[in-house]
C-alpha cells in the first residue's frame, strides 16, 4: 500500500491546484508560530521535530485501529514530496542564466535544485520506506526546515546529516547508473571526498551528465533547453530505478 501511494503522489502531480500549495504554506506558518511560542522545555529540534512525530504517531495508530491508517500516508505524502516545483524552478532558473538576467551563477542554480529534489524527493522517500506509516517524510522535512531554514538549528544540522548520509550514497550510485558512469564514478571518488552531503550528491550529478566540475559547467554556453531537459531526465531515470527497487522490495516484504 505504501508504495502504491507514493506511486500515486508522484503520477498525479502535474495535475494537483494551487490550493495545496496554499495549505503547506499555512501549515508551515503555523508550525513555524508554534516554534517561535515558548512553555516546551527541551531544544528546538525536539519540539520541531520529535513532538510532531510522537503526535503523528498516535494519529497513525489511531487510523490504523479504524481501518483508515493510508489516508494518513496519502495526506503527508501530498504535503511534503515536491518533485514538480523543483523542476520548475530548474526551467526558470537556467531561463535567468541564458539571459544573463539570473543573480546565481550555473552552478549554484544546479546546485540549489539538486540539494531541493534530492531532500524533498529522494531522501524523504527513502525513510518513507524505512520507517512505519509516514515517520519518516515528518521526520526529515522538519529536521531539514530546522537544519537549512531561518532557525539553522546545529542538533537538527548533525541529525540531517545522518539521515541524509545512506540516502545521498544510493543517490550517487542510481546517477552513475543512468547517467554517465565513469564521470560520476570519477567526481565520487577524487571531487566529492571532503565535501557536504549537498555538494556531493551535485559533484556526482555533473558527472552523470558528463560534465566535469563546476568550471566545466560555468563554461558553457546556449544550454538553456537541454540542460533541462538532461537534468530532468537524469532525475526521473533515477527515480524509475528506486521505484523499481521499492517495489522489489515490497514484494519480497509482502
Known sequence: MKWLLWMLVFLTEKWRSNGLEQIRAQGKARWEGWLRSDG???GLWLK??????????GVQWGAGR????????????????ELRPALLDLRNGL??????TA???????????????????????????ILPGSL???LVCATLELAHGTWQDRLAGRVLAVLAWLPARLLGFTLALVGNFEEALYAWRNLAM???????????????????GEEEAEGLSGVNVE???????????????WALVAALVTAIGA
Not at 531561463?95 to 544573463?100: L, M
Not at 571532503?194 to 566535469?212: C, E, F, P, R
Not at 537534468?231 to 524509475?240: D, G, K, P, S, T
Open 40 to 42: 516546551f522545555p527541551g
Open 66 to 81: 479504524l481501518g483508515v491508517g493510508w489516508v494518513v500516508d496519502l495526506l503527508a505524502l501530498l504535503s511534503f514530496m
Open 136 to 138: 519518516g517524510l515528518v
Open 95 to 100: 531561463a535567468d542564466w541564458h539571459q544573463e
Open 103 to 129: 543573480q546565481n551563477t550555473l552552478s549554484q542554480i544546479f546546485e540549489q535544485v539538486f540539494s531541493r529534489v534530492f531532500y524533498r524527493v529522494f531522501c524523504t522517500s527513502f525513510w518513507y520506506f
Open 194 to 212: 571532503k565535501k557536504s552531503v549537498d555538494s556531493w550528491v551535485v559533484a556526482v550529478a555533473w558527472g552523470a551528465l558528463g560534465i566535469q
Open 48 to 57: 520541531g521535530a520529535v513532538l510532531p512525530l510522537l503526535i503523528l504517531w
Open 227 to 241: 540542460m533541462a531537459m538532461g537534468v530532468e531526465a537524469l532525475l526521473w531515470r533515477a527515480l524509475i530505478v
